[in-house]
Nanobody, 124 residues
């Protein structure tokens, strides 16, 4: 079992930056593959980024490549999402998720543990 708590959301102007954090407690954090998902108003929750257990492999939604960076600090049981050049279409609730499995995944169903989410609002 692992508990996840996101922080760092807020209101920012287009072109600005935010850094989301997700602190994990419970089982050994380094045993989990981690992901970030987001749910925009009126839309289904969607994949944003994922990272391997060591942090050596990362994957991104095409529309955030070059703007967002996922990273992790296993010593601090934390995964991060650095978001730069934010756009109004990035407005959503952002969720952190943890996966016990053989590989990094973009599928929500593959993640067993979820945080409560943090709101990110980008104004134009």
């Amino acid at each position: 079992q692992v508990q996840l708590l996101e922080s760092g959301g807020g209101l920012v102007q287009a072109g600005g930056s935010l850094r989301l954090s997700c602190a994990a407690s419970g089982r050994t954090f380094s045993s989990y593959r981690m992901g970030w998902f987001r749910q925009a108003p009126g839309k289904e929750r969607a994949f944003v980024a994922s990272i391997s257990r060591s942090g050596g492999s990362t994957y991104y939604l095409d529309s955030v490549k070059g703007r967002f960076t996922i990273s992790r600090d296993n010593g601090k049981n934390t995964v991060f999402l650095q978001m730069n050049s934010l756009k109004p279409e990035d407005t959503a609730v952002y969720y952190c998720a943890a996966r016990v499995g053989l590989a990094v995944s973009r599928l929500q169903a593959d993640y067993q543990y979820w945080g409560q989410g943090t709101q990110v609002t980008v104004s134009s």
